[in-house]
């Protein structure tokens, strides 16, 4: 079943690294759920995350950067992938699907924000976007993994009300995620 693509229109603040409060600037950018036509944008956006962020997931670029067409409409098709564009530009990308972990959950993968738009808002907003999508679907739970050397990522999930479980799994040699989950009941 397809649905409607969902259309959200969020102003975020972004602030240069390295300058003053007053060089900050308003930025529209519009998240919208992507359907199987966006299958380029998502593969684009998808490969340059695991690019700029090998060590943030546990696929790589070699892998995913020999799917075929069909594959990533294929990924389009289940859950909800939301796309965050800055005009003709994706900027960041997240998807929700059903939690393999947990019945009646939901489970966040694949979420990277371009790094000029970090600290702006717009992981908050991707984050949103899925845990309503979740809401929706009545889920009693939204969870994730997360690197554990990625503080700056577990920040951004505590900060938004996900909590770590204690659970942990191998993501790549030397290095583990761990697990957090955010209640909806």
């Given at each position: 079943?397809?649905?409607?693509?969902?259309?959200?229109?969020?102003?975020?603040?972004?602030?240069?690294?390295?300058?003053?409060?007053?060089?900050?600037?308003?930025?529209?950018?519009?998240?919208?759920?992507?359907?199987?036509?966006?299958?380029?944008?998502?593969?684009?956006?998808?490969?340059?995350?695991?690019?700029?962020?090998?060590?943030?997931?546990?696929?790589?670029?070699?892998?995913?950067?020999?799917?075929?067409?069909?594959?990533?409409?294929?990924?389009?098709?289940?859950?909800?992938?939301?796309?965050?564009?800055?005009?003709?530009?994706?900027?960041?990308?997240?998807?929700?699907?059903?939690?393999?972990?947990?019945?009646?959950?939901?489970?966040?993968?694949?979420?990277?924000?371009?790094?000029?738009?970090?600290?702006?808002?717009?992981?908050?907003?991707?984050?949103?976007?899925?845990?309503?999508?979740?809401?929706?679907?009545?889920?009693?739970?939204?969870?994730?993994?997360?690197?554990?050397?990625?503080?700056?990522?577990?920040?951004?999930?505590?900060?938004?009300?996900?909590?770590?479980?204690?659970?942990t799994d191998a993501m790549r040699p030397g290095v583990d995620q761990l697990r957090m989950r955010?209640?909806?009941?």
């Amino acid at each position: 079943m397809v649905s409607s693509p969902m259309v959200v229109i969020a102003s975020l603040v972004g602030c240069p690294l390295h300058g003053n409060v007053s060089d900050c600037e308003t930025v529209v950018m519009e998240l919208r759920r992507a359907t199987t036509d966006d299958w380029a944008a998502s593969r684009d956006i998808r490969l340059r995350a695991l690019s700029q962020d090998p060590n943030a997931f546990c696929s790589s670029l070699e892998s995913e950067s020999g799917f075929d067409e069909q594959r990533w409409r294929n990924r389009l098709g289940h859950g909800i992938t939301v796309l965050a564009w800055e005009g003709s530009d994706p900027v960041g990308t997240v998807t929700g699907k059903p939690d393999p972990h947990e019945e009646g959950g939901r489970e966040i993968v694949a979420m990277w924000v371009a790094p000029a738009h970090r600290g702006t808002g717009l992981a908050d907003s991707l984050i949103a976007s899925v845990v309503d999508w979740a809401a929706t679907e009545g889920a009693h739970e939204v969870a994730l993994w997360v690197a554990e050397d990625n503080s700056r990522a577990r920040s951004l999930y505590e900060r938004v009300g996900f909590a770590a479980t204690g659970e942990t799994d191998a993501m790549r040699p030397g290095v583990d995620q761990l697990r957090m989950r955010l209640s909806l009941r």
